[in-house]
C-alpha cells in the first residue's frame, strides 16, 4: 500500500511538472489567422455559410449591396438575423437593391457621394475581413484575424460615431 501511495505522489508531482509544458502548447493550438480565398458564386455561399454557423450578428462595412443582387434568393436566409450598417453611394441601382433587401434585413446606410463608387466591397462578417470582388467574377478573400479585425472594426466605429455626430 505504500508503494502504491509513494509511485501516485510520484505521479502527480510529474504531471505538475509538465503542467507548464502542456498549458503552453494548448495555448499555442488556439485559432490561427486565416487567409482564404474563394471564386466564384459556389465558393462565396461556401464561405458565407461557414462564416453564419459563428451566428455573426452584423454587415459592417463599405459596399452596395451586391450580394443582394447576386445573391437574391439567399439573401434573405442568409441575413435575416444580421444587421446590415454599410456606407454606400446611392444611385437608382443601389436603391432598388436597399428597398428588396429591407424586406428581410434591417440595413441602416450613411450615404457618400457617388464619386466614391465601390466596386470592391470591404465589410467585416463576425469575426471576419471580407473583401470582395462581385465582377467579372466573384472572388472573395477572407481573413480571420483577431488583430485586423479589430483594427478595421475600430476605424469603422469611428466613422460611423463621427458621421452621426455630425447629422445630429
Not at 33 to 43: A, L, P, T
Not at 103 to 109: A, D, L, N, Y
Amino acid at each position: 500500500k505504500q508503494k502504491s501511495v509513494a509511485e501516485f505522489e510520484e505521479l502527480g508531482k510529474e504531471i505538475m511538472n509538465i503542467m507548464p509544458e502542456l498549458s503552453a502548447k494548448y495555448q499555442s493550438i488556439k485559432e490561427k489567422d486565416v487567409f482564404e480565398v474563394y471564386k466564384g458564386k459556389k465558393g462565396f455561399k461556401a464561405m458565407i455559410n461557414g462564416i453564419l454557423k459563428e451566428k455573426p450578428k452584423y454587415w459592417r462595412g463599405f459596399g452596395n449591396l451586391q450580394v443582394q443582387e447576386y445573391f437574391p434568393y439567399d439573401f434573405p436566409h442568409w441575413f435575416k438575423k444580421v444587421k446590415f450598417m454599410l456606407f454606400s453611394t446611392k444611385s437608382d441601382v443601389f436603391l432598388r437593391r436597399l428597398k428588396e433587401a429591407r424586406k428581410s434585413t434591417k440595413v441602416e446606410i450613411i450615404s457618400l457621394p457617388e464619386e466614391l463608387y465601390m466596386p470592391i466591397v470591404w465589410t467585416l462578417f463576425g469575426n471576419n475581413l471580407l473583401i470582395l470582388i462581385y465582377e467579372p467574377d466573384i472572388i472573395a478573400l477572407r481573413i480571420k484575424s483577431e488583430q485586423i479585425v479589430k483594427t478595421f472594426s475600430n476605424q469603422l466605429d469611428y466613422l460611423w460615431k463621427k458621421h452621426k455626430e455630425l447629422v445630429n
